[in-house]
């Protein structure tokens, strides 16, 4: 029979966002916890690693989500400067 601490904490670490947004919500959570410098080490390292995690999760959704634009857009994605906006 094993001492050994639970392994939940390390299961929800690695549970997937349900949205861009909750990640997001997380992410904000996470660094507020993180700045406040009132968690333990093991606490501020687990939060970094779920924080990278999210991270790379948005990263990718905003790829995905570009990648979607750029294929409704005919490949066209242009800068939004002001200039060509319809205005004659």
């Known amino acids: 029979m094993s001492t050994s601490a639970p392994a939940a904490p390390a299961d929800a670490a690695a549970a997937p966002p349900a949205s861009f947004e909750a990640a997001i919500a997380e992410l904000e959570s996470l660094v507020t916890r993180l700045e ?3 968690v333990s080490l ?3 390292i687990a939060g970094w690693r779920r924080g990278s995690t999210l991270l790379r ?3 990718q959704a905003l790829a995905q989500a570009e990648q979607q634009v750029r294929v409704l ?3 066209a994605l242009r800068d939004l400067d002001g200039d060509d906006r ?3």
């Open 57 to 59: 999760w948005c990263e």
């Open 42 to 44: 093991e606490a501020a």
């Open 36 to 38: 406040s410098g009132d």
């Open 73 to 75: 857009d005919g490949d």
């Open 86 to 88: 319809g205005t004659d």
